[in-house]
């Protein structure tokens, strides 16, 4: 007990100091999740003395990584992405497949089974690392980002058969296709009636039961009751905990809840995707990958290479350049799932278990080059072709005594409104693709990027401009932009809102900025209107 409390401490601790210092060179959460596993694993002798333990990790990330993504979707945006998800989805696991059998079985000399397992595995990509990334970037509504996420949810659907195969496999001669098959449709069949007639019902009764009480940890344990409960019935009938999760969260994504179930379980998704990639760590074997340095790198490499290639001439049949390789270099890492479908398949000796720590080896280094490849993505591009929709990438202004609005929410909106009235000149800097498009239909000069970004500053000409007026919300991001444009252009003239005395008082202490408080001057309007009636 007292070994299995330190271990929970040691990695708690270990995940917290290592993705600060990652957090600080812009190296993403989920390589520190990744490297306190294979830490941890090695600490506690995990790969040997705790595998129920690991196993069961394993598997508890693995649901919620399913529910969280149920919940991103619902039956009316699945349909609505029809196009990209059922062609280009289909397209990319049906070519991946068929080039990752061709090198395995002809060209390393494998055997059929072997081959076909590996296929399948390698051409699943990881929506636990790209998500994330798109949703925080706002990259989900760009072109190259919806599909992304289409060829995502076709995978995601993919792994259910997948499972099923290997299940097959595993039962050799002791059980027919036919009957296998005709099990698998009379479960579908079952659960497609409980989802349309009987879940959805449960579903938002247990919902608004919990709503009504208005305690939060009611609600959170309804939640938490609908989705292992759904994992459980989809077991026992013979399909995975994790499709049972997923059709938890389509179900309750199609609720008029589905935001407040988002917001309430936002902290508990992040620390069950970090237990998704933790359980992935503890599978590598350093050892191994070590001594066989040379071998993996080669295979990485060739991986990556094919995936990218395949998946870019299949968007470039209805794309630009730019987006298709943006899609392909976003989806050329090899999902988590893969280390699920290997597991099983050396597990129930279908293939080698050398060969099957070989592949989790090259699973893991696509994933930990992944992050980076996505944190780079637009400079990346940027080499093959140049585009409205690249971030960054912004063509010099010809301007001076200019104002630069950073953010287009609702107070961007106002500060741009009234200097359009007073005829001053003015750009608008933000993330977001949806303000940027939204600025431009208006007729405001916007464009897509971070202020904080030196190419940014340098074109939209910081040093010519008489102020900058910072209106985004997050005060990270405020801060982020503070510093790079004091240390760009030292004389900048810079006003910010500030909404809390905290945030007042930090800026006022350690920035040259014009500052408006936002309670302050609030209050003040509010007691200058109620005296007006005295």
Same mark, same amino acid.
């Given at each position: ?34 490297? @306190?596993? &294979? =830490? *941890? #694993?090695?600490? $506690?002798?995990?790969?040997? /003395?705790? +595998?129920?333990?690991?196993? !069961? ?56 089974? @072997?081959? &076909? =397992? *590996? #296929?399948?595995? $390698?051409?699943?990509?990881? /929506?636990? +690392?790209?998500?994330?990334? !798109? ?56 659960? @497609? ?342």
């Amino acid at each position: 007990m007292e070994t299995l409390l330190l271990a929970i401490f040691a990695t708690i601790f270990l995940a917290t100091l290592m993705n600060i210092i990652f957090k600080r060179y812009n190296v993403s959460h989920v390589v520190g999740y990744i490297f @306190t596993g &294979i =830490i *941890i #694993s090695y600490l $506690f002798d995990f790969n040997t /003395t705790k +595998i129920d333990a690991l196993n !069961l990790i394993a598997e508890f990330g693995i649901v919620f990584l399913m529910f969280t993504i149920g919940l991103e979707l619902s039956f009316e945006k699945i349909k609505k992405m029809k196009d990209t998800l059922f062609v280009a989805g289909a397209l990319q696991m049906i070519f991946n497949t068929a080039l990752f059998f061709i090198f395995c079985f002809y060209i390393f000399g494998l055997d059929s089974q @072997t081959s &076909i =397992i *590996i #296929s399948l595995a $390698f051409s699943l990509s990881s /929506t636990a +690392i790209i998500m994330p990334y !798109l949703q925080e970037s706002k990259d989900i509504v760009t072109p190259y980002g919806k599909k992304v996420v289409g060829i995502l949810i076709f995978q995601d659907l993919a792994v259910i058969p997948i499972l099923l195969l290997i299940s097959f496999l595993s039962h050799g001669a002791d059980i027919s296709i036919t009957e296998i098959i005709l099990k698998t449709v009379i479960a579908l069949v079952f659960i @497609t009636l409980f989802v349309f007639y009987v879940g959805d019902k449960i579903v938002e009764a247990m919902l608004k039961f919990a709503a009504n009480t208005q305690l939060e940890e009611i609600f959170l344990g309804a939640i938490f009751t609908i989705v292992i409960g759904m994992s459980i019935l989809t077991h026992e009938i013979g399909f995975t905990y994790s499709m049972g999760a997923f059709l938890a969260g389509v179900l309750i994504a199609d609720t008029k809840y589905n935001i407040k179930v988002e917001s309430d379980i936002l902290s508990y998704k992040n620390l069950l995707l970090g237990v998704f990639f933790f359980s992935v760590g503890t599978k590598i074997d350093m050892v191994y990958l070590l001594s066989n340095l040379h071998k993996v790198v080669l295979l990485f490499i060739l991986v990556m290479i094919i995936k990218t290639v395949i998946i870019y001439f299949i968007i470039k049949r209805k794309s630009d350049k730019n987006t298709s390789v943006k899609t392909a270099l976003a989806l050329s890492q090899v999902s988590g799932f893969g280390f699920v479908v290997l597991d099983m398949a050396s597990s129930n000796q279908l293939i080698n278990a050398d060969l099957a720590n070989l592949l989790l080896i090259i699973i893991f280094l696509t994933m930990i080059v992944s992050p980076f490849i996505l944190t780079n993505i637009y400079k990346i591009s940027s080499y093959f072709e140049k585009e409205f929709y690249e971030a960054d990438v912004i063509t010099p202004i010809d301007k001076q005594k200019h104002i630069i609005i950073a953010g287009f929410g609702t107070l961007g909106r106002s500060v741009a409104k009234e200097l359009k009235e007073k005829d001053i000149d003015f750009i608008i800097i933000s993330d977001n693709l949806q303000h940027v498009l939204k600025a431009r239909k208006i007729g405001y000069m916007a464009y897509f990027g971070h202020l904080n970004k030196l190419p940014v500053m340098e074109s939209l000409k910081v040093e010519e401009s008489s102020s900058v007026i910072v209106t985004v919300q997050s005060e990270h991001q405020k801060i982020l932009i503070i510093d790079a444009l004091k240390d760009y252009f030292k004389d900048a003239n810079i006003v910010v809102k500030v909404d809390s005395d905290e945030e007042n008082s930090y800026l006022n202490k350690t920035k040259d900025v014009e500052i408006v408080d936002s309670n302050y001057e609030l209050s003040s309007k509010l007691v200058e209107l109620s005296l007006k009636h005295k």
